[in-house]
Nanobody, 124 residues
Framework: QVLPVESGGGSVQAGGSLRLSCVTSGYKIIPTRMGWFRQAPGKEREGVAAILTGGGNTYYADSVKGRFTISQDNAKTTVYLQMNSLKPEDTAMYYC?????????????????WGQGTQVTVSS
């Protein structure tokens, strides 16, 4: 069973930075696509960023472009989300997700494997 595990969340003041990590295990073939999603209280889960593990193509939500960077390590076992210039509206539970194949990166329906999430809280 493919299992992503997130870490790196925490509390930070507006303007600060955090780096989230996602280590994925349990696979025989490296997932094709890794995504970061977030869900704030009372809101739907939304796509933040994604990376195609083969070619390294990256995708971002408009709300985080220029502030967040998704990357992977050389072994492609760990995916990172560097979050800079954080805003209070970035406060949410952040989830890492894995998938095989090619599909719209921003839809939760296109990711069958999910981590438990890590909380990010940004205070003003």
């Amino acid at each position: 069973q493919v299992l992503p595990v997130e870490s790196g969340g925490g509390s930070v003041q507006a303007g600060g930075s955090l780096r989230l990590s996602c280590v994925t295990s349990g696979y025989k073939i490296i997932p094709t696509r890794m995504g970061w999603f977030r869900q704030a209280p009372g809101k739907e889960r939304e796509g933040v960023a994604a990376i195609l593990t083969g070619g390294g193509n990256t995708y971002y939500a408009d709300s985080v472009k220029g502030r967040f960077t998704i990357s992977q390590d050389n072994a492609k076992t760990t995916v990172y989300l560097q979050m800079n210039s954080l805003k209070p509206e970035d406060t949410a539970m952040y989830y890492c997700a894995a998938a095989y194949g090619f599909a719209p990166w921003y839809s939760t329906k296109n990711y069958p494997y999910w981590g438990q999430g890590t909380q990010v809280t940004v205070s003003s």
